[in-house]
């Protein structure tokens, strides 16, 4: 029985087809393409039967003759022919592939970089060296993450964890890759498995460094705060600022924000905005431009968040400026919601529904953001009386809020569409006078929750936000009352938003 062998069978078929002067694209048809052809030659798979026929019969071979590799006369004269080394060498392809991919990463060719690396990944790990499917990874994670396709990025770390498994001393390398996974899947809304990486990666950087604690417990106390869980969540604060000195200015700043974070959901206004300052004084420019610009960013959100504008436009124009120059289009999108939010609070409303609406279609804010942007638009359209509109996109973001376990933003949602039927039309007026069921203004369709809701307008917002995880939970629509992610306690997330209706 005759064997093939890997890189041997490459390194063949790449010189008999040089000698004959034939393309890749040329020798490709039947059962090969030239991507399948070149994976060949690069020593990253082995020939199927059908494969390895069509080959020798274009080549005007017998298949035996692809079965060893003749050394050419470069390689013989030690000129770079297919010995190691050398322009045919497997190793030296990949490296070359790498090479290019990395130098599109730098120039921000990030499609490139996708166009080059993604087909390498369904080849066997065993079948390249260590360190060269490692490194693939990683540029490839790089660049799905700069470009904001967050499920293909989700894909591919899970691809890292899979593959750093069974790695010895391991664990400082996988608490970070978790600490990305938690973040990832938190921006597209999953915020179980969000949940999960966060605590598998405080799980995981026991023992390690400073900065490694640090990611870790951040992206846990972030997927805890938006979950509704600011208990759990408050919990990690003092740990977190213990670490602050031990790390960079950049990873000191991240923390800072972090907590500020979850002192404004829990209230403490003052606290978040010392925290949030100390954050911005901490990192240059110099440093991190586009870290400093998220930083302002966030400031602006948490400050607007409170009710205050002060200082926030100049944080937005800074920012605006830093994104021009290092950021992408997921920066932008996060600037113009922001912008939005400013012009909704000085009470411009039609250029705040514009704005909301250029961040919108943009398809890149994260999901809670999106789901924040709607529900100030919503508002925006009550306030110039689109009445009806605005009553629709309210009980729309609500729902979803609710279905993806986000409570405190349904619980806001679903009180803005209380006040909405109550016909409140000026700041504070929430004074609810109908009895329950939702027989307000005639809306005789409305939830039992909505119902609820009427009596329940006059509630402090953090009251539900403060729920733990494992506390009580506001009913469902259908009066059962859900787990973290509206779905009974499973853990798993809706297959859509619309899971329960």
Known sequence: ???????????????????????QTELAGGPVSASY?????????????????????????????????????????????????????????????????????????TARVIELLEPQLDQAEAAVPFGWHWHLLWTLAEAYGRRQELPARVRVLRTMLDTSATWPDAAAVRAGILADLSADERALGHLPAAL???????????????????????????????LGAVRLADKRVPELLALADATTPRTAAQIYWTCAGVRSRQGR????????????????????????????????????????????RGWIKEARR??????????????????????????????????????????????HDGLRNRLLRSR???????????????????????DSGYLDLATEAWKSLASALDGAQTEGDRRIGAPRGGTLTGETDMTPLEGALLDATRLDETQWAGTPLDGPRPPARDGVVRGVNGSGGSGRRPESPAAHD
């Open 1 to 23: 029985m005759t064997v093939v062998n890997q890189p041997e069978f490459g390194q063949r078929l790449r010189q008999l087809r040089l000698e004959r002067g034939i393309k």
């Open 37 to 109: 052809i070149s994976r060949l030659e690069m020593g990253n798979r082995l020939p199927s039967p059908a494969a390895l026929g069509y080959l020798a019969d274009k080549l005007g071979v017998p298949s035996e003759a692809l079965m060893t590799c003749a050394p050419s006369k470069g390689a013989e004269a030690g000129s770079g022919g297919a010995g190691p080394g050398g322009a045919d060498d497997p190793h030296s392809a990949r490296s070359l592939l790498l090479a290019e991919a990395a130098t599109a990463l730098r120039d921000g060719d």
């Open 196 to 226: 999960e990486a966060g605590e598998q990666a405080v799980a995981a950087a026991r023992g390690a460094g400073a900065p490694e604690q640090a990611r870790a417990l951040m992206a846990v106390a972030a997927a805890e705060t938006e």
């Open 269 to 312: 206004a003052e606290e978040s905005d010392r925290l949030m300052l100390k954050a911005l004084a901490i990192l240059d420019s110099r440093d991190d431009l586009l870290a400093w610009a998220r930083l302002r960013m966030a400031a602006s959100a948490l400050r607007l968040r409170s009710g205050r504008t002060d200082d926030v």
């Open 322 to 367: 830093a994104v021009d120059l290092v950021g992408g289009p997921g920066q932008s999108a996060a600037l113009l919601s922001l912008t939005a939010w400013l012009l909704w609070i000085e009470r411009d409303y039609r250029a705040a529904i514009a704005a909301a609406d250029q961040a919108e279609e943009t398809g890149l804010l994260a999901f």
């Open 380 to 402: 925006c359209l009550l306030r110039i009386g689109s009445e009806a509109e605005a009553r629709t996109q309210m009980r729309a973001v609500a729902m979803q809020a609710e």
